[in-house]
């Protein structure tokens, strides 16, 4: 099992920035890759990022590419999900989750833990 904490979501005006945390416990939460996965009001749920356990291999959506960046600290068990230039339509609640292997997942499907969610909501 793998439990996920989020963490620095809020409110943000059009053209500012935030950075999530998303602190990873468990038997095996050291050794799995993570995403970072948002579903805006009325969307669906959006793969926005993801990295492998080692760090080594990223995804991005085209949506984001640029303007976000994700990261971990393999000593903290802690994913990062650093938001720049952020827009109106990145508002949504953004969730951190993992699946069961160290190689990075680019389908929903594939993350098999989720965490609580943070609401991120940028003003225009």
């Known amino acids: 099992q793998v439990q996920l904490v989020e963490s620095g979501g809020g409110l943000v005006q059009a053209g500012g920035s935030l950075r999530l945390s998303c602190a990873a416990s468990g038997r095996t939460s050291n050794s799995v890759a993570m995403g970072w996965i948002r579903q805006g009001p009325g969307k669906e749920r959006e793969l926005v990022a993801a990295i492998s356990f080692s760090g080594g291999s990223t995804y991005y959506a085209d949506s984001v590419k640029g303007r976000f960046t994700i990261s971990r600290d393999i000593a903290k068990n802690t994913v990062y999900l650093q938001m720049n230039s952020l827009k109106p339509e990145d508002t949504a609640v953004y969730y951190c989750?993992?699946?069961?292997?160290?190689?990075?997942?680019?389908?929903?499907?594939?993350?098999?833990?989720w965490g609580q969610g943070t609401q991120v909501t940028v003003s225009s």
């Open positions: 989750a993992a699946r069961g292997l160290p190689i990075v997942a680019t389908t929903l499907g594939q993350y098999k833990y």
